[in-house]
């Protein structure tokens, strides 16, 4: 089947951001629910690089869930283990990485991703947060008599952070592949096209 132009330019787009990063890697941070892993996932396979999810990667490093480690242990000992596995990841060469809620709230973390990374911020309101995590019983935040407050003061709390990310991307209900794209033209745009400045959300050239 004969290459169309867009197919063509899609497929140059795509391998210069793959040259630029060279060893770094493109780390989605963002709120439970706010689909780093779904989008991450269709993102590694559009700029055929390796998707690792830090949260399966901490299971595997503890041979036990996350719901079980914060009960076991607690948080503060999941969020030790979790900068480590991080720390880890962004050693091992470009990839997709997405990360859990909290990892970026870590100043160690967030340095260490600066260095090693191009960080995009997946940026979803607390209705739609709540929408796809309602009905999730592995979330042990959520563990709570009121998820929805629950949610409201953690966004409170970590959006301020969430904002020093590279890039901003708004995650809302349209298809997955819209998200991709709009992620593929921000990262061109910084590595690629001499700009420095984080797109505002959802926003295509």
Known sequence: MPETAATSTAASCEAAIAAALGRRSIVLVGMMGAGKSTIGRRLAARLRLPFL???AEIETA?????????????????????ARVIARLLETGPSILATGGGAFMREET?????????????????????????????????QTADPAATIGRLIDERHPVY?????????????HEKIVEECIVALHDRLCAGNQTAREPGTTR
Request: avoid cysteine; charge should be neutral.
């Open 163 to 175: 904002q020093l990310a590279d890039i901003t991307i708004a995650s809302r209900e349209v298809l």
């Open 53 to 55: 999810d830090a949260d």
């Open 110 to 142: 967030r340095n260490r991703i600066r260095d090693k990374a191009v960080s995009i911020w997946l940026k979803a309101d607390a209705d739609t947060i709540l929408k796809r995590v309602r009905r999730r019983v592995d979330r042990p935040l959520l």
């Open 62 to 82: 503890a041979g036990m869930s996350i719901p079980d480690i914060f009960e076991s242990h607690g948080e503060p000992h999941f969020r030790d283990g979790e």
